[in-house]
């Protein structure tokens, strides 16, 4: 699996998802791969500590996440009952292992 | 003296032979009125006649004059704008701008030249001629260079009348000779304002003779020349103030016709002005009352004319206890027309009824749930016609009917709130404490509520009842025994699945219990699946006064934060259309997202 | 008919004074030669470092801040300054579209042109120089991008058999795959779909202000797709009547009377000049093939957008493919005895066939080789001549 | 579950885990908790993308992670050696959905 990094693919608004119908695209960018670089050691104290029971599992996560670190600015379109409509933080302009 | 075109045009072929090129008309606003025109900067190219108005190429123009002219830019034409001067006998100087194009190659021979453009000039304007003034000569035909150097071939000219819904014969002759057109009478742009002719233009050569037809188009420009009139309308009307009181409330309105037409460009010099004065002297009647005038162009068959509208309004509210009868005239004055009848008045009888503030019904019965929630709403209440109020401002204040209650009544009476809604016209009821409620099993509720017109302090009351029911449901369990509601979020809007939504109270939730509302369709949709303390005013688009105390209380019309997913914006809060299900954290955000998630999924990645 | 109130001393000067409204040619009496004409801020920076120059320079701005702007033009000290200015640099000077400072450039074109013109004119000489881009150069670069090109756009429908063709929405993908296009797209649209209260359910001005952002920043090669793509059905005219956000751009509840607009556009330096740069290069010319002066569709195109996000912003008036009909959003109601003025200038919009062979031939990518529509002769009163019947004469 | 939050604990640095041996303690400080509200419009996509295939599932998170925004400044003790020790980045300072 690839490093933590910036993915692309040109979608049409109606494929996102959210409910909108429109046939204008976009270049939909998300951050995909893994952060193995990314561990600190309040990681490897957290992955110990729930280890030992200090700390219970499954509450708080002791690796990284690849996640965006800023968003692309808000993305206006025409739908397709011809009203504008705007989305914001829909894809991803940088990514980082936090 | 004016010039009966906005502009005129011709056009000049480099190394074109010197002759005339345009004839200039001015026609006459007096009777002794004499016209010397003059250029107003001189050209070595162009000359004017100063008594006949006849502007002539007096040397023909090179290739280098055209360089010179067009700064060496390599154009095939160039646009010259002359300004002609027209100077009358009372040493009044009128000017018209003759656009001049020059072209960058010979004139075509006179076989090359179509017979449209031998009979007609390439750019005209449409001709106009004022009303009420002097006959006179207002046109030339021909295209004067084509008829200088193609004079072997025979143009004459015909000019007919259109059939003229009016019947009348136009006044227009044409001078055979010199294809000039004249205007023979004074015309009266209020009985017609356009004439439409047929110039029919017959070409005659050696082999061939075509005729070509070309419409024109004469208007007539206007002056003040009527008074203003009813036109069998009225000039007074009635004007009742009641429950409109605002500032700004129209009372009554009349209307004034012109027959003549009014600009309403350039606006500050906009011609035919009227006025609109109130006729007084008394103090009181000018702060209470300002006459409001606009106007606007309308047709009085077939011709332009204006309608004035004159609108009787409120200066400032009036207080409910005003009460008074009176006649106000206002002074309509067309301040341009010299003849008689330049104005008349108009007359508003205005009667100001008083307003009873008091309430229709002898007592307000209301039932609650005894489990309501924080801001269940319990009610409105409302002096009467208080719907049709404007201007009128009235508070509500609940005290208990017993002066001497028990402390626990006491305690029981302050669990129920009222908060003015609808531009302080209504007084909304809620549940400001119900664990009081709850804990003291509150009875019976009696109120005295006091409706108070903040301008006058004029009051009524009436006694008001609330009756707190029970409803009888147990409430439901955890496995380990627990009231499931303890688990439930503050807001009903937090909970996104229908199972969540119903078993669960939220703030504002009239009987404990939140409501689930379906939606339908499978796009944005204003009936988004939600859930709502009480779907009678949640959602509705209306962020009220007693939704707006909380933001958990209804997201759905009060959020003014992020809506994540497929959504619109109520206009100025909460959500008016969704996708899906539409969910919120109060102030945080919400999210409108697809509601038929069979399972959440969580790959791998997502732990 | 306009009546000047007249300038005392140009009666005096009348026969001497050359002072030249709107084209540059130079005095008759003396040939100055001819100058390659600065841009207005350089020459104003020259003409300030000529004491004579830029002393006459300054009286010629009290002349024409003066109260009543005639008596002060008519008086000796400016008539002087005129005939001094007329000599320098300044005289002659344009601006350039986009250029550093444009506004600045405009304003001392106008203060100088203010005080050569005699009331109110038609047209108005553009200050802007011309553009001398080739014709073809903007259709091949509109047969590049228009979906001809299959990298530039996903799925360019154009190409796809079947599915209609909607060259507007390929013009917003584009836009949107392009950074500069799509953010500056997305900031006019937010901003103009933005409440700001209960009785205005937008900020025009703030509208306005970013389409002029849009149609400056964002390369025309983007810009002009969006705004003069060619449809052949309704879903894709529609979508181009709403590229510039009608609604708050361009609609308003009342329709103003068009001279009205006119002279409000007129008040502010950059309308004016784009108004008379749009009048001067799509003016209607009966001498050229394209109907437009010189057969420069793109200064047409130009000065078009250039309009777009002003008093006078002009709109597609409905969404038919058939015909291309645009308007500003005004009307000759209310024009008194000015209504062949208004209905004039009304038409240099809605029936102008230099600016509709100009789109068309944009938004079909077609060169000005296929003979466009002969031009109507736009006889000013737009009503066609008809010749009837040639009858040879008996030999 | 709780939304996402600062947690702490004192524990001596020998129970870090990370190969310390000193009796100092310090309040090691996490995040934990629910990320419920943290979700965006690239989340709702992303997650839509996967259910859709257009994004192989598995590679990228479409929900935020609970982790550190800020760390503590770093941490100094004397170890049972009688020697100065530092630890970066050990604790969080500030938690936030990402």
Not at chain 3, 68 to 80: G, V
């Amino acid at each position: 699996l690839k490093p933590c990094s910036l993915k692309e693919l040109e979608v049409s608004v109606s494929e996102l998802g959210l409910g909108y119908q429109s046939d204008e695209t976009l270049l939909f960018r998300y951050c995909s791969g893994k952060c193995n670089a990314g561990r600190r050691n309040y990681d490897l104290t957290l992955e110990h500590m729930k280890r030992s029971g200090q700390v219970k599992k499954g509450k708080a996560r002791h690796k990284p996440c690849c996640r965006p670190t800023t968003y692309d600015d808000a993305f206006s379109f025409l739908d397709n009952n011809y009203e504008y409509r705007t989305i914001k933080e829909v894809s991803a302009k940088e990514c980082g292992c936090i | 003296l004016y010039f009966p075109q906005m502009e005129y045009s011709e056009s000049v072929f480099v190394e074109q032979p010197a002759g005339p090129l345009l004839q200039i008309h001015a026609l006459k606003e007096e009777e002794n009125e004499t016209a010397r025109f003059s250029l107003f900067k001189s050209y070595p190219w162009f000359q004017i006649d100063e008594s006949t108005g006849m502007l002539s190429l007096n040397r023909s123009l090179d290739r280098k004059d055209f360089a010179l002219l067009t700064n060496g830019e390599p154009l095939k034409l160039k646009k010259l704008f002359l300004q002609v001067a027209a100077l009358s006998s009372e040493d009044h100087k009128h000017y018209v701008r003759v656009s001049l194009t020059l072209i960058n190659a010979t004139a075509p021979p006179c076989s090359e030249v179509k017979p449209r453009q031998l009979c007609f000039r390439e750019e005209d304007f449409a001709p106009h001629i004022k009303e009420n003034k002097q006959p006179g000569l207002f046109r030339n035909l021909r295209p004067l260079p084509l008829q200088q150097r193609c004079p072997h071939i025979n143009i004459t000219y015909r000019v007919e009348q259109d059939l003229s819904p009016l019947g009348d014969v136009y006044p227009f002759e044409l001078d055979q000779d010199t294809s000039e057109l004249a205007v023979s009478v004074p015309l009266d742009r209020e009985q017609r304002e356009e004439y439409s002719l047929l110039v029919r233009c017959t070409v005659t050569t050696e082999s061939m003779v075509t005729q070509v037809d070309q419409p024109l188009l004469i208007s007539v420009h206007d002056e003040d020349d009527s008074a203003p009139c009813l036109r069998n309308g009225s000039d007074t009307t009635e004007a009742v103030v009641e429950f409109d009181r605002k500032e700004g409330a129209v009372l009554g309105r009349l209307l004034v016709y012109d027959a003549d037409s009014t600009p309403i460009y350039p606006r500050d010099q906009s011609r035919n002005k009227y006025a609109g004065i109130l006729l007084t002297k008394d103090t009181w009647i000018k702060e209470t009352f300002k006459i409001e005038h606009t106007f606007k162009e309308t047709n009085f068959n077939h011709v332009r004319g204006t309608v004035h509208e004159y609108k009787l309004v409120l200066n400032r509210s009036l207080p409910t206890t005003e009460s008074r009868s009176l006649q106000l005239h206002v002074l309509v004055n067309d301040t341009e027309f010299q003849g008689p009848g330049g104005s008349l008045v108009l007359h508003f009888n205005v009667t100001i009824l008083p307003v009873s503030i008091v309430f229709a019904n002898t007592s307000f019965l209301f039932r609650i749930q005894n489990n309501a929630a924080q801001f269940a709403q319990i009610g409105r209440v409302c002096v009467e016609n208080c719907l049709k109020f404007h201007g009128v401002s009235i508070t509500y204040k609940l005290e208990p009917a017993d002066k001497n209650l028990t402390a626990v009544a006491k305690a029981c009476h302050s669990a129920v709130g009222i908060a003015p809604g609808q531009e302080g016209i209504v007084g909304i009821l809620y549940v400001s404490d119900p664990k009081t409620l709850r804990r003291h099993k509150c009875l019976e509720l009696q109120y005295t509520v006091t409706a108070v017109n903040k301008l006058n302090t004029k009051r009524a009351r009436t006694l008001l009842t609330i009756t707190p029911e029970s409803t009888g449901r147990a409430p439901l369990l955890t496995s380990g025994g627990r009231a499931l509601e303890e688990d439930c979020p503050l807001s009903c809007a937090e909970n996104r699945l229908r199972s969540d939504c119903e078993v669960c109270g939220g703030m504002g939730a009239t009987d404990g219990r939140c409501q689930w509302r379906q939606g339908s369709g499978n796009a944005l949709t204003t009936n988004y699946s939600t859930c709502s303390p009480t779907l009678q005013t949640c959602p509705d688009g209306q962020c009220d006064v007693v939704e707006n105390m909380n933001p958990a209380i209804c997201p759905q019309d009060c959020t003014k934060l992020d809506v994540i997913g497929g959504h619109e914006r109520g206009f100025l809060s909460g959500i008016k259309a969704g996708y899906g299900t539409c969910y919120c954290f109060p102030g945080i955000k919400c999210y409108c997202e697809k509601d038929d998630i069979s399972e959440p999924m969580c790959d791998d990645v997502c732990k | 008919m306009i009546v000047m109130n007249i300038f005392g001393l140009f009666l005096l000067l009348d026969g001497i004074v050359h002072s030249l409204a709107s084209s540059s040619v130079l005095s008759s009496t003396g040939t100055h030669g001819w100058r390659t004409p600065v841009d207005c801020v350089k020459a104003n920076e020259q003409c300030a470092v000529d004491s004579l120059c830029s002393s006459r320079y300054r009286t010629l701005r009290q002349c024409l801040a003066g109260r009543d702007r005639n008596t002060m033009l008519a008086n000796k000290e400016c008539q002087a300054a005129l005939e001094v200015l007329q000599e320098s640099p300044l005289y002659d000077c344009r601006c350039k579209r986009g250029m550093k400072r444009e506004l600045q450039c405009l304003q001392i074109y106008w203060s100088i042109h203010l005080g050569l013109t005699e009331g109110e004119q038609f047209y108005e000489t553009s200050p802007y120089e011309p553009v001398s881009f080739r014709l073809t150069d903007i259709f091949r670069l509109a047969s590049i991008s228009s979906g001809m090109d299959p990298t530039t756009a996903k799925g360019n429908h154009c190409t796809d058999t079947g599915k209609p063709c909607n060259a507007c929405l390929d013009a917003a993908k584009a836009c949107n795959l392009n950074n500069d296009c799509k953010k500056l797209r997305s900031t006019y649209i937010s901003t103009c779909m933005k409440p700001v209260s209960p009785a205005e359910p937008c900020s025009r001005r703030k509208c306005h202000k970013a389409l002029r952002q849009f149609f400056d920043r964002v390369s025309t090669e983007y810009s002009y797709r969006l705004l003069f793509c060619s449809c052949q059905e309704h879903a894709c005219a529609e979508r181009r009547r709403q590229t510039i956000v009608p609604s708050c751009s361009y609609e308003e509840k009342v329709k103003p009377n068009c001279l009205d607009l006119r002279n409000l556009c007129r008040t502010d330096h950059l309308c004016r000049s784009r108004l008379a740069d749009f009048h001067m290069n799509c003016q209607t010319s009966l001498y050229s093939v394209t109907s437009c002066p010189n057969d420069n569709y793109q200064a047409c195109l130009a000065s078009y957008s250039g309009l777009i996000g002003f008093d006078l912003t002009p709109n597609y008036i409905d969404s038919s493919s058939t015909n291309i009909t645009v308007s500003p959003w005004c009307s000759c109601k209310g024009s008194g005895n000015r209504e062949e003025e208004c209905e004039k200038f009304l038409r240099d919009f809605r029936d102008n066939s230099c600016l509709r062979n100009a789109i068309q031939a944009f938004g079909n990518g077609t060169d000005t080789n296929l003979a466009p529509k002969t031009p109507s002769s736009s006889v000013t009163q737009s009503v066609k001549t008809t010749v009837t019947e040639d009858i040879p004469k008996p030999s």
